[in-house]
C-alpha cells in the first residue's frame, strides 16, 4: 500500500491523484484527506474537490495514518521496533525539489508521499488512464452546457486571470504573486497574430480587474457562470478552448492540459514563483511557450 497526502486546491489534488494513480496502476490509489478535516490556519482553507471526476480512490484510514505517524517517530520505532516489527517496514517519501524527481516513481510498498509533483513527468506513461479518471462524474448545467456551445462554435482561447488569494493571502502571494496586465497583453497579442479570427473567452476570480485591465479591442466573452464550489465548470469549459493563455496556476494548467489537441497552443508566464531560485523547467509539457 502506497498512500500520497492530498492538499490545496483542486489543481494541486489533481497533481497528487495523478502520481497516486501512476504508482498503483491498476490498484485503487490510497489518499491520505486528513487535511481537508483541519481548521484554516497559515494555508488557504480548500474543500476536497476530487469527487467531481469519474476517478476511484482508497481513503486512506485513521488507523494506517497512525501507524505511519507512529513508524515516523525514529525514537518509537528504536523501542518498538523489535517487539512490533510492522513499524519498520513503513518508509517516507517527501519531495526534495520542485522539478521531477523519477526517484519517486520507484517507491517501495508501504511508502507515505507528501508532496505536489507538478509535472506531467511524473504520471505521462498513464496518460491516457488520467484523462480517462478526470472527467467530469456530473452534466453541466444549462447555462454551463450553452457557454460550452458557444466555446466549440469559435476559434476559442481561454485566458485564466488568478487573483483572489494570491492577493488577498498573505502567505501565497508571498510565493507566487500574480501575472501582471502586461503578460495578458503580450499573450493575447501573440494568440491573435496566429489566429486572427481568435475569441478570448475570460475566466477569472476577479472579474472587475479583467474588465478593466484587458484589452477591450479583442473580441472577449467574460465567463461568470460559477461561484467557487463550481470552479471545476469553469476548467471543463477551458479544457473546450482551442488554446490557452494561462496564469501561474495549477488550475489553469489543468485546464490547458485536459484539451487532448496536440495541435494547441498554450502560453504560460516565465515566472511562477516569487523565488527566481525554484527550479520550474519540469512544470511545462513541452511545447507549451513561455512568456
Known amino acids: 500500500m502506497i498512500i500520497v497526502k492530498v492538499n490545496g486546491g483542486l489543481g494541486n489534488q489533481m497533481f497528487q491523484y495523478a502520481l497516486a494513480r501512476a504508482l498503483s496502476r491498476d490498484a485503487k490509489p490510497y489518499l491520505d484527506l486528513s487535511f481537508f478535516d483541519l481548521p484554516p490556519g497559515a494555508h488557504t482553507a480548500r474543500p476536497f474537490g476530487l469527487d467531481i471526476f469519474t476517478l476511484h480512490y482508497e481513503r486512506a484510514t485513521t488507523e494506517q495514518l497512525v501507524a505511519f505517524a507512529t513508524a515516523r517517530n525514529s525514537r518509537l520505532k528504536r523501542m518498538w521496533g523489535r517487539s512490533f516489527p510492522a513499524f519498520t517496514k513503513h518508509h517516507f517519501f517527501t519531495e526534495r525539489r520542485f522539478s521531477f524527481d523519477p526517484s519517486v516513481l520507484k517507491v517501495a510498498d508501504h511508502t507515505y508521499i507528501e508532496g505536489h509533483w507538478q509535472s506531467e513527468k511524473y504520471f505521462i506513461a498513464v496518460e491516457d488512464r488520467i484523462r480517462r479518471d478526470l472527467c467530469s462524474a456530473t452534466e453541466p448545467d444549462m447555462a454551463n452546457r450553452a457557454m460550452a456551445l458557444r466555446i466549440q462554435a469559435t476559434r476559442a482561447i481561454s485566458v485564466h486571470v488568478r487573483r483572489g ?18 503578460y495578458y497583453a503580450r499573450a493575447m497579442r501573440r494568440m491573435k497574430d496566429q489566429h486572427p479570427d481568435a475569441t478570448f473567452f475570460i475566466f477569472s476570480d476577479d472579474q472587475d480587474w479583467a474588465r478593466a485591465e484587458l484589452d477591450p479591442s479583442y473580441a472577449m466573452v467574460f465567463v461568470d457562470l460559477n461561484d467557487s464550489e463550481h470552479g471545476y465548470e469553469d476548467m471543463r469549459l477551458m479544457s473546450l478552448c482551442r488554446h490557452h493563455i494561462i496564469a501561474n496556476s495549477s488550475f489553469s494548467w489543468w485546464g490547458a492540459w485536459l484539451n487532448p489537441d496536440p495541435k494547441k497552443l498554450v502560453i504560460a508566464p516565465s515566472r511562477w514563483f516569487i523565488d527566481p531560485a525554484i527550479d520550474t523547467k519540469d512544470l511545462l509539457p513541452a511545447g507549451w511557450i513561455k512568456l
Open 165 to 182: 488569494d494570491y492577493i488577498h493571502h498573505a502567505a501565497a502571494n508571498a510565493v507566487h504573486g500574480t501575472c501582471d496586465a502586461d
